[in-house]
């Protein structure tokens, strides 16, 4: 079985809050990684999503590093959809 990551960096124009973390983000540019997985046994490779991580600054300040947060793939794509539809102030 072969995993494979796949990185992308996902911008949210405003402070936001997703399913999974317990405190609310700030604007910016986070790093999202995918972890797949292959289906064995088809005659195309294809593969399965097993995982969806988000790296934010540390919960206890941001000069402590970087945190990596487990996230559902839908959660990601409601939080992007609703950041979407805020109005600019």
Do not use: C, N
Not at 36 to 50: A, N, Q, V
Not at 55 to 76: K, N, Q, R, T, Y
């Amino acid at each position: 079985m072969t995993i494979r990551s796949r990185r992308e960096v996902v911008t949210f124009k405003h402070p936001f809050q997703m399913r999974g973390i317990d405190r609310q983000l700030p604007a910016g540019a986070y790093e999202v990684i995918t972890e797949e997985e292959t289906i064995e046994g088809l005659s195309l490779p294809t593969f399965r999503r097993i995982a969806t991580i988000i790296v934010v600054s540390a919960a206890a300040s941001p000069s402590a590093g970087m945190e990596m947060i487990s996230i559902g793939s839908v959660d990601l794509s409601d939080a992007q959809r609703l950041d979407a539809s805020t109005p600019d102030e």
